[in-house]
């Protein structure tokens, strides 16, 4: 069955609407709140702008440590779906929460809201990835990850967009961003209502409520193979590779293109773009199976692009670009090929890898496993946080640092090759070597 086929069946397309509608939810309450702590809340709170956002990003990411553990296994105990409801009920609750932090403006209430957001979505990683390979066949695990994979990066994109543009309405107050917020929140629950049951495989489970505890239990059974502690490392990879990308586009434009909002967000766009059109070419260049043999090219490929992106340090734009002079001048056009690029092979990359975890885990396991793999996305991203703010601050500059994850991501492509022999052999049927 072609991928997109899958969206018609009532099977997949529930759970397919229920995630891009939470991922959006997130991002909008999210950028809108970065927004409303910019020009508002940093004047009320007397705290900086500054020291706001960057507290608001580590507190979403903090349930990710402490809860994964048990959101992994309570999707292996309970039948998932009627948890993916509970979980999306309690966002419609959260989500009134946050409204009424921004009436009352008290930043601490809305961190509080904003933690809460970051536990909603660190129970739903595990049931979400857990739950998909009992809908759709093993032919089609590829292209239910590609469509999820997609459906996240347009969430993401599209959110931060609304969120911004929503909490900038002037004369309405916070107004935009609680209606928004709710009125997705509604709808996700809805979708999520229509999604199939998915029986249980550990009913007999016990629960282990010590977070540390639990989490060191986790992460210690995940990695007891060394084929799945590969694919674990290789996708917790793409999600550094993914959020330092993220964070260096904004200020790449701003410095190379001297680019305004507008124009940094088409840049955004186009790594959008090219993770959609990576997701949907995972399943015909992967021929209906789960193809390991596409990830060393599409970590090249990664590579090779965002050489070409440090490359554009010596010809800078002399003039400001703007949406209007955009495609005129070859170094933003060149620029926005190169992120399209960068998006569609971390597409290829990370698709194959995602569901040859899902397919290969135990079943009674297999939420466990997504769960020690969400701790393991936000160690990586916490990390590259901490190299970008690192290399920056001993003066590196942006092409520059570009150039050091483009090199890094080939030194770790050679260990994943030389750790994995899968990889090689995959690679060598791929390439009819």
């Known amino acids: 069955m072609n991928q997109l086929q899958l969206l018609k069946t009532r099977r997949f397309w529930p759970l397919f609407a229920t995630q891009f509608f939470g991922a959006l939810n997130d991002n909008i309450y999210r950028f809108g709140l970065v927004i409303f702590i910019t020009f508002t809340l940093s004047e009320v709170s007397g705290i900086s702008a500054g020291s706001l956002v960057a507290l608001s990003g580590g507190i979403f990411i903090l349930p990710f440590f402490l809860f994964s553990a048990l959101a992994g296994q309570l999707a292996d105990k309970y039948e998932k779906s009627r948890l993916i409801r509970l979980i999306k009920l309690a966002e419609i609750i959260v989500m ?19 933690f809460l957001m970051g536990t909603h979505s660190a129970f739903f990683g595990p049931l979400k990835y857990g739950i998909l390979p009992q809908l759709v066949g093993d032919d089609e695990l590829t292209g239910g990850n590609g469509l ?28 935009p961003v609680v209606l928004s917020v709710l009125g997705i929140a509604l709808v996700g629950w809805r979708c999520s209502c229509l999604i199939p049951e998915a029986a249980p495989f550990d009913a007999t489970l016990i629960l282990d409520f010590g977070i540390f505890r639990a989490t060191r239990t986790l992460l210690r059974d995940a990695v007891s193979s060394w084929e799945a502690a590969t694919l674990m490392l290789a996708i917790s990879w793409f999600w550094f590779l993914g959020a330092s990308f993220l964070s260096l586009v904004p200020a790449f434009g701003k410095e190379l293109l001297h680019a305004d909002e507008r124009t940094v967000t088409l840049l955004n766009a186009a790594f959008t773009v090219g993770i959609g059109l990576g997701s949907l070419a995972c399943e015909t260049l992967s021929r209906g199976r789960i193809e390991l043999g596409l990830m060393p090219l599409a970590a090249l490929g990664i590579s090779l692009f965002a050489l070409d992106v440090s490359f554009l340090e010596i010809s800078s734009a002399t003039t400001a670009v703007t949406m209007a002079n955009f495609w005129s001048v070859p170094i933003a056009g060149r620029c926005f090929f190169d992120l399209v690029g960068i ?9 194959p890898l995602n569901a040859a975890l899902q397919a290969r885990s135990i079943p009674a396991r297999r939420a466990r496993v997504i769960g020690a793999l969400n701790v393991l996305n936000a160690l990586f991203m916490v990390a590259s946080a901490g190299l970008i703010a690192g290399l920056l601050a001993v003066g590196m500059t942006i092409p520059r640092i570009f150039f050091f994850v483009a090199a890094t991501n080939l030194v770790f492509l050679m260990a994943a090759l030389w750790r994995m022999p899968e990889f090689r052999v995959r690679l060598r049927a791929v390439l009819r070597l």
């Open 96 to 114: 009134g929460m946050g409204a009424i932090g921004f009436y009352l403006k008290s930043a601490s209430f809305l961190l509080i809201v904003l």
């Open 148 to 175: 999820i994979q997609m459906a996240t990066y347009i969430a993401i994109l599209g959110g931060a967009a609304l969120g911004g543009v929503a909490a900038s309405i002037s004369g309405f107050g916070p107004l």
């Open 343 to 351: 998006g569609a092979c971390g597409a290829v990359y990370i698709v």
